[in-house]
């Protein structure tokens, strides 16, 4: 292994790239959010092309969505995916907004989001 990729085989300046996007965009997220957040990014197969920004911000909602919000329950109660993402969406906006992300979710779907 080169010595420009880490132990997962992802180039550091990729991981890197990304890390620093999630800080431009979410400031004050805790440090634990925002590894599992940059896990998301590196692991989703559909964000391996994206722009480290797009990557970061796909990762940080989906994140956010899964684990701060109701929408698996409501997945799990046989809601379809955009009612559920719409009963959840000001959840989703408070934790972005406590994040210090100064971007919303919009009722429009995310491309690329993989949840």
């Known amino acids: 292994m080169s010595s420009a990729q880490n132990t997962a085989g992802v180039p550091r300046n990729r991981r890197e790239a990304i890390a620093g996007a999630l800080a ?19 692991s989703s ?3 391996h092309g994206a722009a480290p920004e797009t990557a970061a911000w796909l990762a940080l909602v989906a994140y956010a969505r899964h684990v701060f919000t109701d929408y698996d329950a409501l997945l799990a109660e046989d809601y379809d995916r ?12 408070a934790v972005l907004a406590e994040w210090g992300c100064r971007r919303q979710v919009s009722e429009e779907i995310e491309e690329g989001d993989d949840g």
């Open 24 to 42: 431009r965009l979410a400031p004050r997220l805790p440090d634990f959010e925002a590894e599992a957040a940059l896990e998301r990014a590196l």
């Open 45 to 47: 197969p559909g964000l």
């Open 82 to 93: 955009d009612s559920a993402r719409h009963f959840v969406l000001d959840d989703l906006n």
